[in-house]
């Protein structure tokens, strides 16, 4: 079996143990996720580095996007093939970019401070009192008392996080800490409120994830929605997760798991959701002719496959309740490490095509239209444009962000 096969096995199931609640749950409260990534193996000099020092602890630092009184982590083992041990767990209010942390609160597992994760696998902590807004930025601090040689966690953080030797989690502050990259084995922190909520997924590739934005911004265009959903009276009650992972395809495995096999458990799976944000295929498109031409036939047959997947994710979502909103595919051409031609351009037209007509989405947004260039629509506006013609800046992200019409999250 290959890694990715290993955990979503099952169906695509995967197991969550539910901790024993330290207090009675509130009458009409439920959880609503205020923060989450995709799960994936992470490899490279990062986790070489955790590797490397043995018994250590991480601290991450991530930005809600809901309100709550109570929170409970999610932790993840799920491309773990032996079982992930922590030691220790903390959470407590953080400054972006920085180690130092306040009101820090220890984090349980049916009571107790330790918890093994099986393999592919995630659980549940106990609930933790501490009041939290959304806007606000918390920092979640594992002790692994044994080398995390096959981490479960998502590379594409765009924020510090820090590592160190030995059990810190109980540290207001860090100084003598590694700064990574990344989130390690925490999935989601969900909140639990009286207030009714609902929550909308943001899912693709690292157009998604944020790429090029700079790090502690949270200038991703999710992001971006989220505030504007929380500065209007009609859908403040929504909260956002984003669940892109760079370079992810929705056919292929690539860097994470391919969109077609992570949909349920990364939109479907999760509490309250009722809006999904879609945008994937680029590098479907961009991985096809990379390294060499291939003929008319294979073109076609990659457009047909790609917009037979967004019909059944459409049939999936709404199998569960979830409208699916899909933006159309943007610009790349002149990008060097694709180098797109004609055909490429002609597929992506194709599959654009497809989402503005097929009349089978709850919504769609035309980022095409909000970045390209108007006079070469191959490409991305300059002012949009990271420098790579892939990625948009972060001006280009927030006109992605406010091209998407508040109405439809309130539509019945």
């Known amino acids: 079996m290959t890694p990715f096969s290993q955990f979503y096995r099952a169906a695509g199931l995967f197991a969550i143990a539910t901790a024993m609640t330290a207090a009675a749950p509130m009458p009409g409260a439920r959880w609503t996720p205020a923060w989450g ?20 602890t991480i601290r991450q630092i991530v930005h809600l996007t809901a309100s709550g009184k109570t929170l409970r982590l999610r932790l993840s083992n799920i491309a773990g093939t032996p079982p992930l041990k922590i030691g220790a767990a903390t959470i407590g209010l953080a400054t972006p970019g920085r180690s130092d942390v306040s009101a820090i609160l220890p984090v349980r597992f049916n009571g107790a401070t330790d918890v093994i994760v099986p393999p592919g696998a995630e659980l549940y902590s106990d609930p933790v ?15 692994f008392p044994e080398a995390v040689t096959t981490p479960t966690g998502h590379s594409g953080a765009r924020s510090k996080t820090f590592l160190t030797a030995g059990d810190a989690t109980a540290r ?29 997924v943001t899912i693709g590739d690292s157009i998604t994830d944020g790429y090029g934005i700079t790090d502690d911004s949270n200038t991703r265009w ?15 009650s929504f909260s956002v997760v984003n669940a892109g992972i760079g370079g992810n395809r929705v056919l292929l495995d690539g860097l994470g798991p391919n969109l077609m096999a992570r949909f349920d458990r990364d939109v479907i799976a999760r509490p309250g959701v009722t809006h999904a944000i879609l945008l994937e295929g680029v590098n479907d498109l961009g991985v ?3 390294e060499q031409p291939v003929d008319a036939a294979t073109h076609q047959a990659m457009v047909k496959r790609i ?23 943007t610009p790349f051409q002149g990008n060097d490490y694709y180098h797109p031609g004609p055909e490429t ?28 260039d108007p006079a070469k629509p191959d490409r991305l506006l300059p002012a949009y444009d990271t420098g790579d013609h892939l990625h948009p800046s972060m001006a280009g992200y927030r006109a992605m962000a406010d091209a998407i019409p508040l109405s439809l999250f309130t539509r019945r």
């Open 37 to 56: 990534s995709s799960q994936m193996r992470i490899d490279g000099a990062n986790a070489d580095k955790l590797a490397k020092t043995g018994p250590a």
């Open 129 to 143: 009192t501490l009041p939290v807004e959304a806007g606000r930025d918390v920092a979640v601090s594992l002790y």
């Open 172 to 200: 207001n502050a860090l100084p003598d800490a590694q700064v990574i990259g990344g989130w390690w084995a925490l999935s989601d922190i969900e909140v639990r409120d009286a207030v009714q909520k609902q929550t909308v």
């Open 222 to 236: 999710p992001d971006d929605l989220a505030r504007r959903l929380a500065a209007s009276p009609a859908t403040r």
């Open 288 to 290: 096809l002719t990379r």
């Open 307 to 329: 917009t037979q997947a967004y019909r059944q994710l459409a049939d999936r979502a709404h199998a569960h309740g979830i409208k699916l909103i899909v933006g159309t595919i």
């Open 345 to 372: 351009e002609a597929d992506r037209q194709a599959i654009n095509r497809f989402i503005r007509t097929a009349g089978i989405f709850d919504g769609v947004v035309d980022f095409d239209r909000v970045v390209r």
